[in-house]
């Protein structure tokens, strides 16, 4: 049995703690701030609350295969429901397409409403990540990358030179589909330029297994993953903040934080390693996807009836989210502003024909130094910086023994799913305790 030592309280860094202490480990966990969820977690104000993090959506086979291992199902503890719609798209033309998720057949009809012939193109193109959906998983998401025995397609596939940003001018000459193709990365914080073509597979996951939510907010993950901890017995130490690692004869022996050491046979570090000095070096070639600006609204009165995300694409780039916990009779919606913010959002969305400026009872405004500041790093990860970067993040092995890394910046995709795969590596280079 190994003492480990789990620093970040994250979604990652709980996934690792919940599977090492299952598989018999001394599992202590370290969080930096006085709860547990990271980006997990809610804002609250007047009554009403908030998904904190961005995102309100998540592919449930990862979470479901992590509450299967380490206790009860998932659906014992939350209570999931599919979207019907994925998210409504609204363009500076005044088109709006109402895209579906999991079942090919119905976003071909529903591009189609685009114009003849859009609907093909488009399914087309997101059959064309299958191949690399089943090379990915297998050999990166779901087994720790070594260059040595890596097989040819993938690092054919990691080396390629192409950016997403090439692939959609080439395959699409309606820029909404563009535009729908890559706005979950423009808002996540990167260019297209940058990013590789394989990013773009998150449109093939939606497209065969939809997209679910948490009613009420993702918040409830937080909440039945902090009840797991306690479940499996791992340690919890809050308002803890890690100042490094410690590391001696190039292996990691303990985890300093202020006042103290906690020792450690192993590290699980889940938050940015660049603010711990030990891994610094090897992460600076890494920079953070920063976060948008985000305007938390709660809204009273005759507030438009819209679908759970809508993108309003333009300068800047707003995505609305719907269906956070409000007062009988009201709304709580939260705003994600990305780009040239030259004037109120509220202004902005009214522009947009989405007017509720005079149903606002309550607003709380989070700049990307507000967000990054509360979570202690970016939860959108590592920055792309260039389409054969893949291979600059840490993670999950390090060159140093016994440190392993998960969460947001050990991992190549975005949001929960590959922050839990992340952790799920980690479990398997750790194994079962002897």
Known sequence: MARVVVVGGGFGGMAAAARLAKLGHDVTLLERSARLGGALGSVEQD?????????????????????RKSGRPLERELDLQPLDLVREHRFADDTVLRLPGGSRAAQLAAVDELGPGLGEQWVEHVASYADTWELLRKEWFERPYDPDVAPRELTALLDRRESLHKRLRRTFRDERLRLVAGHR??????????????????LYLEQRFGAWTVPGGLAALGTAMADRL????????????????VVRDGRVVAVAVAGGEVVADLAVVAIDPRGLPALASYAARTMPAFP?????????????????????????????????????????????????VYEDVLVALTRRGIDVRTQVVTRVERTPRDLVEAWGGSPHGVLWQGPRSARTRLGPRTPIAGVLTAGAHATTGSGLPFAGLSAALVAEIVGRAL
């Open 47 to 67: 009554g009403f609350a908030w998904d904190a993090g961005p995102t309100s959506t998540l592919l449930p086979a990862v979470v479901r295969d992590l509450f």
């Open 185 to 202: 990365l423009v808002m996540d914080g990167h260019g297209l330029r940058d990013v590789p073509v394989f990013a773009g597979v998150d």
């Open 230 to 245: 306690a479940l499996r017995g791992v340690t919890v130490h809050t308002g803890t903040a890690t100042t490094d690692l």
């Open 292 to 340: 948008p600006v985000v305007t938390h609204l709660g809204l009273e009165g005759d507030v438009p009836d819209l679908p759970h995300e809508v993108v309003v694409h333009g300068e800047p780039l707003m995505v609305v989210r719907t269906g956070g916990r409000a007062p009988d009779g009201a709304a709580a919606w939260t705003v994600l502003t990305r780009g040239r």
